[in-house]
């Protein structure tokens, strides 16, 4: 290969080598094993064991509702249990395997970039995501953020530059698929841009990506539904999604979060940098590059409404927080430019005050991710899970709504009830089953103990505290 070939990939190199280097110290740990993520590695472990995307709730029993536990597609969840079958099962092999996503997103997005702004551009992208905490905060976790932007920007790809609308349609499906909450976006988002941009054979191009995005629509019927044309379980998907928070009022939720953007310092600064790019797309005359200006724009806006419908999750932006640092080297670019052509006395290159601006945030971003950034550390599941392996492991085990505990747990005799919002609970109360489990574990303050103390008090004593879990063991 010869050496110009040989220095595309050493950028994205020791960006990856930089990622390995502060991820692995605190794989497991930071950010701390959460309620979704758990669900991800649990649809993984019983698909390894049973063939089965659902959540187990005791021995042999599932929820029976698997159609709206996909927060996180098979994308993600079906080749972690292969990762699994090979590997065996552990919270490291799961955080490792999405290292290497987050490595193929740096590469994809890399080539992507320089394809689209050229190398320099493409390598400040880089860095801004290199250095942004919540790259980070998504991508060491088991969900489907980081797996669905590398397929969006396959997408983006044959779209852009291929004019391959149906294999353009397949990536965006599986981007789909694999975050629904906030790639499904993306529907609308490309349907509006070929409408404003008028594009020649808007309808033949829109249905050529419809097709395209029907075998990964196919796959996950196959997958998840076992009766496809059941309408329940169709009616079930439609009102998880119209309302997906548990909430009484949507509008409260919108009212709140409006209210809250001034106290947001992650809004003002991608607001900020999203003011910018429609203000540089006004001056580009790369076809492409304005294509995918408005596509960011138009799917920002879907984004932050998506967003003010929610209990204030920052997590509905960070696709449009990507795209933005995506586009931000070239949009830097293009409005310096224009500062040059009307001050043309002034002594600079527009690529070299770019260059100033695009460090500048790169050092600000590096800061808040070293000293500042909320990744929340916890061991506290990990310790509790490997005390019950260690001393319980052919013991009954109830877990009370506590899933980050039971999906690390090595015995077969689980019994769990779980809450999840915008779900119906799953499972029972293991207080309450004929036969009273070995040990019970808890988080602190559970509703599901209110009323049922006395049942705890009478068959069980503490066993252990753990932080925030306590563990209790059957008197006899």
């Not at 809004?267 to 590059?289: A, E, N, R, T, V």
Request: include cysteine; charged fraction near 15%.
């Amino acid at each position: 290969m010869p050496n110009s070939e040989l220095n595309k990939f050493i950028w994205p190199f020791l960006a990856i080598l930089f990622v390995i280097a502060v991820s692995v110290p605190v794989l497991n740990t930071k950010p701390h094993l959460w309620a979704d993520e758990a669900k991800s590695i649990e649809l993984a472990r019983n698909f390894a064991d049973y063939g089965k995307l659902e959540i187990q709730t005791a021995p042999g029993e599932f929820t029976g509702f698997p159609q709206v536990l996909q927060s996180t597609g098979y994308p993600v969840t079906v080749p972690l249990a292969l990762v699994f079958r090979l590997f065996g099962f552990g919270l490291t092999q799961a955080r490792i395997y999405m290292l290497l996503w987050m490595a193929l997103f740096l590469v994809v997005g890399y080539m992507f970039s320089r394809r689209l702004s050229g190398n320099w551009q493409a390598i400040a992208a880089l860095f801004l995501i290199v250095s942004f905490a919540s790259f980070y905060d998504s991508g060491r976790t088991v969900v489907g953020e980081i797996p669905g932007m590398v397929f969006l920007i396959l997408g983006l790809y044959f779209w852009l530059f291929r004019n391959a609308y149906y294999w353009s349609g397949f990536w965006l499906g599986l981007s789909v698929v694999t975050k629904p909450s906030v790639f499904g976006l993306i529907i609308p988002a490309i349907a509006l841009f070929l409408l404003l941009e008028r594009e020649e054979e808007y309808f033949k191009k829109i249905f050529k990506i419809g097709i395209g995005m029907i075998p990964a629509a196919v796959v996950w019927i196959l997958l998840v539904l076992g009766s496809p044309f059941s309408s329940s379980a169709w009616l079930s998907i439609i009102n998880l999604y119209g309302n997906p928070y548990s909430s009484s009022s949507l509008w409260q939720n919108i009212i709140n979060n409006f209210l809250n953007i001034p106290y947001s310092t992650t809004i003002i600064y991608f607001g900020l940098l999203f003011l910018l790019i429609i203000l540089s797309k006004q001056f580009s005359s790369d076809k492409k590059m304005k294509s995918f200006f408005d596509f960011t724009v138009i799917y920002c806006i879907f984004a932050f409404i998506y967003y003010l419908r929610s209990p204030g999750w920052l997590r509905y932006l960070l696709i449009a927080d990507f795209l933005i640092l995506f586009s931000l080297p070239s949009v830097l670019y293009e409005l310096t430019a224009r500062i040059k052509e009307f001050f043309p006395k002034l002594k600079f290159l527009p690529e070299n005050l770019s260059a100033v601006c695009l460090s500048l945030l790169i050092v600000i971003q590096f800061v808040h991710f070293f000293t500042s950034a909320q990744i929340f550390y916890s061991d506290s599941a990990i310790k509790v899970s490997k005390l019950l392996n260690e001393e319980f492991s052919s013991k009954i085990v109830g877990v009370i709504n506590s899933l980050d505990v039971s999906v690390l747990l090595k015995t077969n005799q689980r019994f769990q009830i779980i809450e999840m919002t915008g779900i119906p609970i799953m499972g029972k109360n293991p207080l309450l089953l004929g036969v009273l489990p070995e040990i019970i574990v808890f988080a602190r303050n559970e509703r599901f103990l209110w009323g049922k103390e006395e049942i705890l008090s009478d068959n069980y004593v503490l066993f252990s505290e753990i932080n925030d879990f306590i563990i209790y063991k059957r008197k006899y």
